[in-house]
């Protein structure tokens, strides 16, 4: 017998099985309740056998079917078998913020479900975006960092964005037909500089590229500013051995103390201590080293070069001291792990002899703009101010993660003399 009440219906026209009824009949079906009944006009008559047969494989009860004005209406009960898509918590109806200017901010996709940061993330979420429904079953994903005090960095997503928008190219960015024959000292100086650059790059490339992999997707904006972050480093290595070669100079020297100082970073097995090391102590040294750089170059494109790069490592140290600060309020006693982590550190690289030896003459030689023994006593001075510059600075940055002035000068003490 055929109810004489439908919720719902829907016009399959002349729809088959084979040419979508079926998925049509399910999209409606997934809106309605257990014993709801759902009515499908048809203009094809041989659908009542295919629906009568679906019904019952689907877990829904076939009611008949019956003409309607020159057409035949069948009728569906809803029955309790539930198909993914029914009784899921799916977000509908949030509408994101898009800016006057019709831009899409990262920081603005949190929204409903994608705005809820677990404390642990569940390894069965796999490569699923935060906020989608994984499906009972979906296998386990062994990633290392799950912990929200550990993952998280809650303004990652405008580090990202800022990331994006500050993107340049080493091809075309660099005035590379400025580039005019220096002063061989000069010029080696340079290419010293470069070398060592593009060596200590690729630890800062390397370090965050072992981490993407290992830290869970629910802390995506995490992830996706680490990307940027190698991106940036490839740039960087590119440029500084592109600016060694182009004005028939060439690389340089890498000495085994700088080897030992960088294979030190790539070592460490715990993600916050490894971005404290690289980002925070390294990379933050290395900015007034860039910033040396910029100040002495001695032609425009090196100058270039350095200024462009600072500027994305700043991005990497504010990074690093924003997430870390969140991490050090989740768990106060962090201060204890980093502390130690230098000391480490200082203890491995105890017979590291100290900065590569032809990086320190270059620096001179850089300030100095030569060789000239008029100008090397203002080199060796600069130097030395750079020296200051970088211990105080650190100071600063240990004192923004909530050490006391004085540890804070005691851990500068320790750090590598090979700057990263």
Not at 235 to 262: D, M, P, W, Y
Not at 349 to 368: F, H, Q, R, T, W
Request: overall charge negative; some cysteine; charged content about 25%.
């Amino acid at each position: 017998m055929i109810s004489s009440f439908s919720t719902a219906s829907v016009d399959a026209k002349k729809l088959t099985a084979s040419d979508g009824l079926l998925l049509l009949i399910n999209r409606a079906l997934d809106l309605l309740k257990p014993g709801d009944i759902l009515e499908i006009l048809s203009d094809e008559p041989a659908v009542q056998h295919d629906l009568a047969a679906w019904s019952r494989f689907s877990g829904n009860r076939w009611l008949g079917g019956a003409p309607a004005n020159g057409r035949m209406a069948h009728r569906i009960e809803k029955g309790t078998a539930q198909r993914v898509l029914n009784d899921q918590p799916f977000d509908w109806g949030n509408r994101s913020q898009i800016a006057g200017d019709g831009t899409f901010n990262t920081r603005d996709w949190l929204l409903g479900q994608t705005a809820c940061i677990l404390d642990t993330a569940k390894p069965s979420d796999g490569f699923a975006p935060r906020g989608a429904v994984v499906e009972k079953g979906s296998p386990d994903f062994p990633f290392d960092v799950v912990d929200r005090s550990e993952g998280w960095n809650e303004n990652a997503a405008e580090f990202y964005d800022q990331a994006r928008v500050a993107h340049w190219d080493a091809v075309r960015d660099i005035p590379w037909r400025l580039l005019k024959p220096l002063d061989d000292e000069l010029e080696r100086a340079v290419c010293q500089l470069m070398t060592f650059l593009a060596e200590n790059e690729y630890s800062a490339l390397y370090v965050p590229a072992k981490w993407i992999a290992r830290i869970h997707p629910h802390f995506a904006e995490t992830v996706l500013f680490l990307s940027t972050q190698v991106s940036d480093e490839a740039r960087h290595i590119e440029a500084f051995v592109k600016r060694a070669l182009a004005n028939g100079g060439g690389l340089q020297f890498c000495s085994a103390s700088t080897e030992a100082s960088l294979k030190s970073l790539l070592d460490q097995e715990d993600f916050i201590q490894a971005s404290f090391l690289l980002s925070v102590l390294g990379e933050g040294t290395f900015l007034d080293l860039l910033r040396y750089i910029e100040r002495y170059a001695p032609e425009p494109v090196t100058r270039e070069i350095a200024q462009r790069t600072r500027i994305d490592e700043t991005r990497h140290v504010h990074f690093a001291l924003s997430h870390i600060r969140t991490a050090v309020r989740s768990e106060p006693r962090l201060k204890v792990r980093l502390q130690r982590a230098i000391t480490e550190r200082a203890s491995v690289l105890s017979s590291v002899k100290g900065l590569n030896p032809l990086v320190e003459e270059s620096l001179v030689i850089l300030a100095a703009g030569g060789l000239a023994p008029d100008r090397l006593p203002a080199g060796m001075k600069a130097r030395s101010e750079l020296y200051e510059a970088m211990h105080e600075n650190r100071v600063r940055r240990l004192v923004t993660l909530g050490f006391f002035e004085a540890e804070a000068r005691e851990l500068s003490e320790l750090h590598t003399p090979n700057f990263m």
